[in-house]
């Protein structure tokens, strides 16, 4: 699995690709993230990838030549053909669904907005494939997007993680919320362990976990009850 991520900010990525699970990965092959500066196709000496926006208004907006440029330099880039996904609020809910999808792809192109977002014309060129969405809110830009998907994606491929079983159990994988987790020490602060758990008795066990799960769920995300995950 390839991404290339197209960004005005690379320095963004550094930490985030070298740490955890995913630096791993990284390091052992399974997943490869390359990122790429937009500016490197703007006009020198300033390297300006933003101008005001027509109509007037707050803000600035990409420029639809910069980010086309940078958008098909990485798609000719060598390998198999890559699919491109804008960063926007107005795409798609990402969900379990699409990070599923995304991590049968060979190549993903994950372009970061910045800004008021980037000229509608290269949309209307037909350059992005998918525009994706984490949910209702905003950030300055798509470099937090593009890090969760890279990351629920990846964590999709076998040999990710280390267990199956973990990646199985997350919540939403099979359409439900997770159920609760406990360890030692088994009393604190007054609270204890649910005595099911300390039990021994395994099929008892997976039966409190499955209905906590569907509790969980009908109470806290009332939307997902009843419906599996793809």
């Known amino acids: 699995m390839i991404f290339d991520v197209l960004t005005i900010f690379p320095e963004y990525f550094e930490s985030p690709l070298e740490a955890s699970l995913l630096g791993r990965a990284r390091e052992g092959g399974l997943v490869e993230v390359r990122v790429h500066d937009i500016r490197e196709h703007a006009t020198p000496p300033h390297r300006k990838v933003d101008d ?8 600035m907006v990409m420029m639809a030549p910069v980010v086309a440029a940078a958008i098909e330099a990485a798609r000719s880039l060598p390998g198999e053909p890559a699919r491109t996904i804008l960063l926007t609020p107005a795409g798609e809910r990402f ?70 079983e973990s ?31 300390v039990s021994g008795h395994h099929a008892g066990i997976q039966k409190w976990r499955r209905e906590q799960a569907a509790e969980r769920t009908r109470c806290r995300r009332p939307d997902l009850s009843g419906r599996k995950a793809r």
């Open 167 to 197: 990646v199985e159990n997350d919540s939403v994988f099979r359409g439900d919320l997770d159920f609760p987790h406990y360890t030692r020490p088994r009393e604190w602060r007054g609270l204890s362990v649910p005595d099911i758990l």
């Open 95 to 164: 969900d379990h669904a699409l990070a599923a999808e995304i991590s049968a792809w060979p190549r993903t192109i994950l372009v970061c907005g910045r800004y008021e977002g980037i000229d509608e014309r290269v949309a209307e060129a037909g350059l992005y494939d998918r525009e994706v969405s984490l949910g209702d809110f905003v950030t300055s830009g798509g470099e937090v997007a593009a890090l969760a998907i890279i990351e629920a994606a990846a964590r999709l491929i076998p040999g990710f993680v280390k267990e199956l």
């Open 52 to 59: 005001e926006p027509y109509g007037g208004g707050a803000g």
